[in-house]
């Protein structure tokens, strides 16, 4: 782990990271020593720290603080997660900020999440009755305090599966608890509007314009968990995993073959290189 650009394996008790979860992360995959979208979750970092005040911390100084713990690891010529942190630091008295360093965290770990046969079958996710407030100014932007989908997850797990479906409080479908959502009916690909929660993914963001590429129609909607049941086909995505298509979501089985074969080929195969 670096902290700061220094190899190190603890940070202060006083981090308002760990206090208050000030600060953001973004979940990076790399495949040998590329980072496919590295531009779009700089752009999400720099723009959640303007939101909450933070400085933004240089491009260059975090690229190569990231490319030294993947040299450290050994892990330049395989596939990893980096898991980048940035938080206000610690100056400030409660919830009173003050002027002090950021604080920059970068952590290795092995790829991990879905796989080939997840990716090829599709996966049976839960609909959750836990919910996200509805309203955020934090809205789209990826800050350090996971409560509800530490919630979310215990949920889901508790009912033998992976993912989920999120709502927000008043009952409209946001997410899932670590990826985003996308539906297909008939001719046209629907994802949910994230103007008062949820998390804006990077991998959502490429998926919209490389289907605009192919000429597939993206609509950003609110729509209930009820109306999914009218979709061909559901998929979720995020940075690490790529696409990975729904089998089953509350009961009802979901078609993989009415996800565009050349979306999946671009995102899955040309852009994060999984195995084919």
Not at 27 to 39: D, K, N, Y
Not at 68 to 73: A, G, N, T
Not at 131 to 155: D, F, M, T, W, Y
């Amino acid at each position: 782990m670096l902290v700061n650009g220094q190899q190190c394996d603890t940070v202060s008790l006083l981090d308002r990271g760990l206090q208050y979860g000030d600060g953001l992360f973004e979940t990076i995959a790399v495949i040998g020593h590329e980072m496919p979208l590295w531009q779009r979750h700089y752009a999400r970092l720099s723009s959640g720290c303007k939101r909450l005040a933070i400085e933004v911390p240089q491009e260059q100084q975090i690229r190569d603080e990231i490319q030294q713990e993947i040299f450290h690891h050994g892990e330049q010529s395989g596939r990893c997660v980096v898991k980048l942190i940035v938080t206000r630091g610690a100056a400030g008295n409660g919830y009173f900020p003050a002027e002090g360093d950021t604080q920059r965290i970068v952590i290795l770990r092995q790829s991990a999440g879905f796989d080939h046969h997840d990716r090829e079958h599709g996966i049976d996710i839960h609909l959750c009755e836990t919910c996200l407030a509805s309203g955020s100014p934090l809205a789209g932007i990826k800050h350090l305090n996971r409560l509800e989908q530490v919630l979310a997850a215990r949920e889901a797990e508790s009912n033998n599966c992976r993912e989920a479906v999120v709502c927000d409080s008043e009952g409209f479908v946001v997410e899932g608890v670590m990826s985003n959502i996308f539906w297909i009916t008939g001719s046209e690909m629907f994802t949910p509007l994230l103007d008062g929660s949820g998390v804006a993914g990077v991998m959502r963001e490429e998926v919209i314009a490389q289907a605009a590429v192919l000429g597939i129609s993206c609509r950003e909607v609110r729509v209930t968990p009820g109306e999914l049941s009218g979709a061909n086909a559901i998929f979720l995505t995020n940075a690490v995993n790529g696409i990975v298509p729904v089998r089953r979501l509350a009961g009802r089985e979901y078609s993989l073959d009415a996800i565009s074969h050349d979306l999946l080929e671009t995102i899955n195969r040309k852009l994060m290189k999984h195995e084919a």
